[in-house]
């Protein structure tokens, strides 16, 4: 008995073994350490906040400081009276960050469907490697302090760092189909982990020197990354003469490499030949619009359940460096490199569930397991003692469980959601659905990042555990109708797979 065709099961490494060449290695590489440098300049600024609150307030507060005299010329440079308003005040340029960086990604995913992406991703790395050595180098170089500047700087920077994912994520959808798609997403997506390792590294070897040096190296690096870009990154295939995604497929793999792993695989034929854009004489498919984006199945759903994982995923990505210091007494540079052990999880994580998710040929059940045991290990991780090698340990498990989910969604499924039926796999959409998708995750962690700070000075590090635990909730709550369908999907092509035999 054969199987119909939404529920026949495609080899996952089929397209890809079969259609990767050098270019294939080239794309992945570039695109892959062009967003970890973006990440690893965000790192900078995380695994520093401990020294620039120090250099914020007067040293009079410090008690690892000499007291100097005469004290108005010391501390001249201080902004703050004591350091709970320095650390509040570096949770809202998390916030404005993330808020900026969330407005930009709904723009920037629009321009990067209708202009050269690796003209939009050069330029927004280069800018933003010289927004963040204003910030970090420049300012402390001329002993020029100001909260509104830094504010403003902190607005540029999220604007221009918004170019980066809506655009590799868009290349990469451009050059990898379906095929395999889970795991090479899953593997790629470490790039964020990777970068914030790298930042964390960079930070912790010349910290020792002064806080300006950290933002230095990694704009310095980005910079010269944002250069190769220019010149070495490809876009699509046909800049190489190769065939676009699934031109030399047979049909039926064709129209599977296009159909979304969360889309209904029941539909009629009718509603599949349906298409949001209109057909282009000149076979140059117009890009999406912004409110038609919205309007694919998936994309809103997946968006605020991003929303509520991002929230989590970014407080331990801003805040997990002070958290060591803060709650241990740990010093600086050794809660900078300890910190690196989440990321590793998520690396981790994000590849293994993301090949689960292709032998499935689903991902919302994936995402809910891995989400039902990240509360587990949230739990868990908010009583892990004062011991170095167990707090790793357990840091690992929740960047597994927490990073990978969102790995997933950030990357392979936004990846699913561009490519769809209904835009007829049209590279156009990509950036838009990704843009809208991680903005929208972005705002969410906006928010996040106040709530933290606010939560964490006024009721303890505790309650902030059990707030994160309930934004996991949320995300499995949101994304809840995805895993029924998909789950009714696997259970159905089962029993059509015994009647088969």
């Known amino acids: 008995m054969a199987l119909p065709g939404g529920l026949r099961r495609q080899p996952a490494d089929r397209g890809l073994v079969s259609h990767c060449t050098h270019h294939h290695i080239v794309v992945f590489l570039l695109t892959f350490f062009s967003y970890s440098l973006l990440h690893a300049s965000r790192k900078t600024f995380s695994n520093v906040k401990v020294s620039i609150s120090s250099q914020w307030t007067p040293s009079c507060l410090n008690s690892t400081a000499p007291e100097l005299r005469p004290y108005e010329l010391w501390n001249s440079s201080h902004l703050f009276p004591n350091a709970e308003e320095a650390t509040l005040f570096l949770g809202t340029l998390d916030t404005i960050f993330l808020f900026s960086y969330a407005v930009g990604l709904f723009v920037s995913g629009i321009v990067g469907d209708r202009l050269n992406l690796r003209c939009v991703l050069s330029f927004g790395m280069c800018s933003s490697a010289l927004v963040v050595f204003f910030f970090g180098t420049l300012t402390e170089w001329l002993h020029f302090y100001n909260k509104w500047f830094y504010c403003c700087l902190w607005v540029v920077n999220g604007l221009l760092q ?286 996040g990042q106040y709530l933290v700070s606010l939560i964490q000075e006024n009721l303890g590090w505790m309650w902030v555990f059990y707030f994160f635990i309930l934004m996991t909730s949320s995300t499995i709550l949101f994304i809840s109708p995805l895993i029924v369908r998909e789950i009714s999907l696997l259970l159905q092509e089962r029993r059509l797979r015994i009647l088969a035999e």
Do not use: H
Not at 296 to 312: I, R, T
Not at 350 to 363: A, C, E, F, N
Not at 393 to 402: K, P, Q, R
């Open 162 to 447: 918004s170019t980066g994912w809506p655009c590799v994520v868009a290349v990469m959808g451009n050059w990898f189909g379906k095929a395999g798609r889970g795991f090479v997403f899953g593997l790629w997506s470490a790039c964020a982990s990777m970068g914030n390792i790298l930042g964390a590294f960079l930070a912790s070897c010349v910290l020792k020197y002064g806080y300006e040096y950290a933002f230095l190296v990694t704009a310095s690096v980005q910079f010269a990354g944002g250069v190769v870009v220019f010149f070495g990154l490809l876009t699509s295939p046909k800049e190489v003469g190769l065939p676009e995604l699934g031109a030399d497929e047979d049909v039926s793999v064709e129209e599977d490499a296009n159909r979304p792993l969360m889309g209904s695989d029941d539909a009629d034929d009718d509603d599949r030949n349906y298409s949001i854009q209109a057909t282009d004489t000149d076979n140059q498919p117009k890009a999406i619009g912004f409110f038609q984006a919205c309007c694919l199945p998936g994309v809103v759903l997946y968006s605020l359940a991003y929303a509520c994982l991002k929230l989590v995923n970014y407080s331990f990505f801003f805040w997990l460096p002070f958290y060591l210091s803060n709650n241990f007494g740990w010093k600086e540079a050794e809660a900078d490199q300890l910190s690196i052990w989440y990321d590793v999880g998520g690396i981790i994580g994000g590849t293994i569930q993301g090949l689960i998710s292709d032998v499935l040929q689903k991902r919302a059940p994936v995402l809910a397991i891995s989400l039902l045991f990240a509360v587990g290990s949230l739990f868990g991780y908010s009583r892990s003692p004062n011991s170095k090698p167990i707090n790793a340990v357990i840091m690992a498990i929740t960047g597994f469980f927490i990073g990978g989910p969102s790995n997933m969604i950030s990357s392979a499924i936004s990846a699913d959601l561009g490519r769809q039926d209904l835009v007829k796999g049209s590279s156009e959409a990509l950036a838009t659905v990704t843009g809208i998708v991680d903005g929208t995750g972005s705002i969410g962690a906006a928010v």
